[in-house]
């Protein structure tokens, strides 16, 4: 748990982490997402609630859904935006991340969203950074993506309603997984105790309760959501799993397993997918798929998250 999300006064300042955030912080924000939801295919609307306010985006990892969508996020509210392209930024040149901040803290930005490979960034931003500037993590290492575990909570909630009744199957790479930790920190938060692990031994999580399955069709059984995860290999050794097909045969969620769980299941995955790998193509695109909602849902949440933290 993070001792630096709040302000002297008890305000949300920062979103480091999901991690011991209290539950009527967590439901406000799932609440507040929900009024700036708009279905695809229906025009955004836009707000003045960050009109003048500057917005910084600092990916040192790749990312398409949640940079452009803390992006698309910013504009809506009405701040300006600036992403930072870092593999051309002066942190090339030996910059420190800090003087990175101290920078861009120069030219009155007023709010850092910020990937890093590395744990702890995001604190040590928020450690050092203005009283009235906001730091949100937009992923940590395997530690941490706060954003995405609201978003995975709302997109269960417009599904699902009650929490404490659900069972969740999270399947594939849990170890290496931020996703992961932030999805069972929300669910935890919000009452659900049934959440089972599936994968090799090798990525199964030695930090999260829950149960752990090597036999993913035991894990699937009479579950109300399953939620797939890609293998992680840039956080993970050589070797450390089966090959591909291996791993599908024996990992890969088909729609023949998906019969094990309920009738009524919700499928998630974060995204990026390896479709073929950890997913057909006909269950992502299947009926019961979430996975664009899930995106859609992205751009909400960051804008109540920008919203909260900027006291509008
Ligand atoms: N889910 C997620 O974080 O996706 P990106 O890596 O594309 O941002």
């Known amino acids: 748990m993070s001792q630096n999300q709040f302000d002297s006064k008890g305000r949300l300042q920062h979103l480091l982490t999901l991690a011991g955030l209290p539950r ?58 600036i992403t930072l392209d870092m593999a051309f930024s002066s942190t090339t040149k030996g910059e420190s991340l800090l003087d990175t901040l101290y920078t861009l803290e120069a030219m009155n930005a007023d709010l850092f969203v ?86 090799p031994a090798e990525l199964l999580p030695d930090d999260m309760s829950g149960e752990k399955f090597t036999n993913m069709d035991k894990a699937l059984e009479d579950a109300d959501v399953v939620m797939m995860l890609r293998i992680q290999k840039e956080r993970m050794q050589a070797g450390l799993i089966p090959d591909e097909r291996e791993y599908a045969r024996r990992y890969g969620l088909n729609s023949s397993r998906l019969r094990l769980a309920k009738p009524d299941v919700l499928v ?38 920008m919203a909260t933290l900027m006291g509008k």
Do not use: W
């Open 268 to 305: 998630m995955h974060p995204g990026p997918m390896n479709r073929g790998v950890e997913i057909t193509s006909e269950v992502a695109d299947g009926p019961h798929s979430a996975i664009r909602e899930q995106v859609t849902n992205g751009v909400a949440v960051r804008m109540a998250v």
């Open 114 to 199: 910020t990937r890093h490979k590395e744990p702890g960034v995001p604190e040590t931003l928020a450690q050092h950074t203005l009283p009235h500037v906001h730091i949100i993590n937009a992923g940590e290492a395997h530690v941490s993506h706060p954003t995405q575990g609201l978003l995975d909570a709302l997109t269960i909630h417009q599904h699902k309603k009650n929490f404490e009744k659900l069972s969740v199957a999270i399947v594939g790479d849990i170890r290496h997984s931020r996703v992961a930790r932030s999805a069972v920190q929300a669910l935890t938060v919000l009452g659900t105790h049934d959440i089972r692990f599936a994968g």
């Open 24 to 81: 009527e912080t967590l439901t406000g924000l799932l609440d507040r997402s929900q009024q700036f939801h708009v279905q695809p295919g229906i025009r955004a609307r836009n707000y003045d609630l960050l009109v003048g306010a500057t917005v910084v985006n600092l990916f040192f990892e790749p990312s398409t859904r949640t940079r452009t969508s803390f992006e698309l996020a910013a504009q809506r509210l009405g701040a300006h935006v």
